[in-house]
């Protein structure tokens, strides 16, 4: 490999050592590909970090004694290797193109040779890998606040002159008012018990993205791809689901409703992934595959604790948070909210308050983190057959990074599955 660019870096350093903050930005000390050269570096960097001056004279003392013996002539050389150190940015960037070829190499390398790993892992280590050379190889800048306010300013007068949310309609217009729709780059937790209806409102919203022309994905860990459909012709049609499990008792009219639920749910732009035991890789991968033909704008996923982890590990919740931050970082590379349906644990049950809280969050904190919104659902006749709130579901915003946290109330059609809104439903508590 060329390593003229590492010494014309570190001559360029020694000359002008007030570019260190560029050449910063493009590589770090493994990067450079001769031991001796990664010494010298990390000496200009610990020599910057402590405030001193950089120079041949101050590098060469920073050293211990017998490295800086082998050393020094070399170091007082480099500057002579710098052709021009205006250009030290360009050197720099050469090392990082240099270092990420020898990164693809070493993969390759790694990829044909394994044996004891399986292809899964092999392609979720070769996933993991060339997502972050892809980092690696790409400029960030800091904006300057003037540009980003130019484009807040142009969005919001685009936004009054046909009003609409920040995000796409989840279904429901109350709760859309409190989270501003389902944004875009997004995480939304959906939490709670086993029976109180995650999965229907999950299934519910991908619905109403995907039949007002969101393109939109639903992995469904739990449920095969027959039952989803079973639910979304009895949230369509209202039609009670083990009515439709009947088909021997359907009159004429009950086969007409059928029918054009299936045709109206066919123009649907969702696409339904019942594989079992995906990992975070797996979810990613199938949401870029429909996102480069599609241009994906939702992905709900039932539900975090079935997600299995690329590699197994003892810690429980460090896999789940492995879950949430993959999917995190989804959100953000489509620029569209996922929905991550997740199982609550059972210290509620012992509380005389059976209303769930952030705390019970099941076997992660990193879920509540790395959500911008935690939505939990509460029915109180699940506890007590007899509530005056029978047929009544609590939606409760435990986070929202972009407004209020509150509650809503919402009718839930046990034998349809189905959510729907009621009048004056909200309450806010902050």
């Known amino acids: ?4 660019a590492e010494q014309a870096v570190l001559g360029g350093l020694l000359i002008a050592p007030n570019r260190l903050p560029d050449v910063q930005k493009h590589i770090n000390t493994s990067d450079l590909l001769w031991e001796k050269n990664r010494r010298i570096y990390q000496a200009i960097l610990d020599l910057d970090e402590k405030g001193a001056g950089i120079d041949p004279i101050t590098v060469s003392d920073s050293m211990d004694a017998g490295e800086a013996d082998g050393l020094r002539a070399y170091i007082f050389t480099l500057p002579q290797l710098c052709p021009l150190a205006t250009n030290i940015v360009q050197y720099a960037k050469d090392v990082r193109e240099h270092s990420l070829q020898r990164s693809i190499q070493k993969l390759s390398k790694t990829l044909s040779t394994a044996k004891a790993k399986s292809s899964e892992e ?3 280590f070769a996933t993991s890998t060339l997502e972050e050379l892809e980092g690696r190889a790409t400029d960030s ?47 939304v937790i959906l939490a709670a018990r086993p029976g109180m209806g995650k999965t229907a409102m999950g299934l519910q919203m991908a619905l109403h993205a995907a039949m007002e022309g969101t393109p939109t994905l639903f992995c469904s860990l739990e449920q095969p791809v027959a039952q989803l459909n079973a639910r979304a012709v009895s949230m369509t049609t209202k039609i009670p689901l083990s009515k439709l499990e009947r088909p021997d008792q359907h009159s004429d009219e009950t086969w007409e409703e059928i029918l054009a639920a299936t045709n109206r749910l066919s123009r649907a732009k969702l696409w ?9 890789t797996d979810i990613r991968a199938q949401a870029r595959r429909l996102n480069r033909k599609h241009n994906l704008g939702l992905v709900v996923v039932d539900y975090a604790q079935l997600v299995r982890p690329a590699q197994r590990s003892d810690n429980r919740e460090r896999e789940v948070s492995e879950t949430s931050a993959a999917l995190q970082s989804l959100s953000r590379t489509l620029e569209a909210p996922v929905v991550l349906l997740s199982q609550l644990n059972r210290r509620a049950e012992s509380r005389e308050d059976k209303r769930p809280t ?15 919104q935690v939505l ?3 029915r109180d006749e699940y506890y007590h057959p007899d509530s005056a709130d029978k047929g009544v579901a609590e939606v409760l915003i435990r986070k929202n990074r972009h407004g209020r946290v509150g509650s809503l109330r919402m009718a839930f059609t046990a034998n349809c599955l189905r959510f729907a809104e009621m009048p004056s439903g909200r309450k806010d508590t902050e």
């Open 1 to 4: 490999m060329n390593t003229d």
């Open 122 to 124: 092999l392609v979720a």
């Open 141 to 187: 800048e800091a904006t300057p606040i003037s540009d980003t306010l130019g484009e807040l300013w142009t969005q919001w007068q685009a936004a009054s002159d046909a009003p609409s949310r920040p995000g796409i309609s989840s279904g429901f217009e109350e709760l859309d008012d409190v989270l501003g729709g389902l944004r875009p780059g997004a995480v």
């Open 272 to 280: 339904i992934d019942d594989t079992t035991g995906q990992t975070p």
């Open 358 to 372: 952030l705390s019970d969050l099941r076997e992660s904190g990193s879920l509540e983190q790395d959500a911008d």
């Open 376 to 378: 939990m659902l509460y």
